[in-house]
């Protein structure tokens, strides 16, 4: 069965340095994946995603992520990160079949002044 | 953005009162999804819509029925709400099929 891992709940990171938040998935072809981002009391937005071709793929805000089939991975990483990243992060794969999305539990940003 | 509001925003009711919650898009995209979110269990799918009058269920559907008359419009019904259904209902999009677009969310606490 298909899954997704985000292996960090919660992460810290202080404004101006870098960001990587991990993805881990299950699946046995070439998936679709998706990272997503939900600022408190909103809705989720997406942020990037992969279907085929360039690994590395380049999202909105700044963002980034790279498909490793290798490691079926596909984390997510910013260079330089602002207060207004802080956010909750979701990892996404879609499903084998009726176009559902398998998801992530969700990596929770907190940024340090 | 793409087009989708959902109504009410927010939402209390007592236990064993009937609920339904209204998704309405702009975007006339064919596939459209009621999650459910909660803290520790994430974004689970209670059900969702291929088509107009053509839904399914999703992996928590139990106590919940929903309806599609109009490509535009999907709604969820709770037919006698409980207070493990107090939650952050959310609505999502697609068209392709995987691409999800959400909605802001609907707050419903059953007391």
């Known amino acids: 069965a298909q899954s997704v891992t985000q292996p960090d709940i919660h992460i810290t990171v202080s404004e101006g340095a870098s960001l990587e938040l991990r993805c881990n998935y299950s699946?046995?072809?070439?998936?679709?994946l998706f990272w997503y981002v939900q600022s408190p009391g909103q809705g989720l937005q997406l942020l990037l995603k992969?279907?085929?071709?360039d690994t590395l793929v380049q999202g909105i805000k700044g963002f980034e992520a790279e498909f490793k089939r290798s490691q079926s991975s596909f984390n997510l990483r910013k260079p330089s990160v602002h207060w207004s990243d802080a956010a909750e992060y979701f990892c996404?794969?879609?499903?084998?079949?009726?176009?559902?999305?398998?998801w992530g539990a969700g990596t929770k940003l907190i940024i340090k002044p | 953005d793409a087009g989708i509001t959902q109504s009410p925003r927010h939402k209390v009711t007592e236990t064993g009162t009937p609920v339904t919650l209204r998704c309405h898009q702009t975007?006339?995209?064919?596939?459209m999804y009621w999650y459910r979110q909660d803290p520790g269990h994430g974004l689970r799918l209670i059900h969702y819509?291929?088509?107009?009058?053509?839904?399914d269920k999703g992996e928590v559907s139990d106590g919940y029925s929903v309806s599609r008359s109009k490509t535009e419009d999907f709604l969820l019904t709770l037919e006698s709400a409980t207070s493990s259904q107090t939650s952050v209902y959310f609505c999502?999009?697609?068209?392709?099929?995987?691409?999800?677009?959400f909605g802001p969310g609907t707050r419903l606490t059953v007391t």
């Open positions: 975007e006339n995209h064919r596939y």
């Open positions: 699946y046995g072809a070439t998936p679709y």
């Open positions: 992969y279907f085929s071709g």
């Open positions: 999502a999009i697609s068209e392709p099929p995987y691409e999800q677009y």
């Open positions: 819509s291929y088509g107009v009058k053509d839904t």
């Open positions: 996404a794969v879609a499903a084998d079949s009726n176009y559902q999305l398998i």
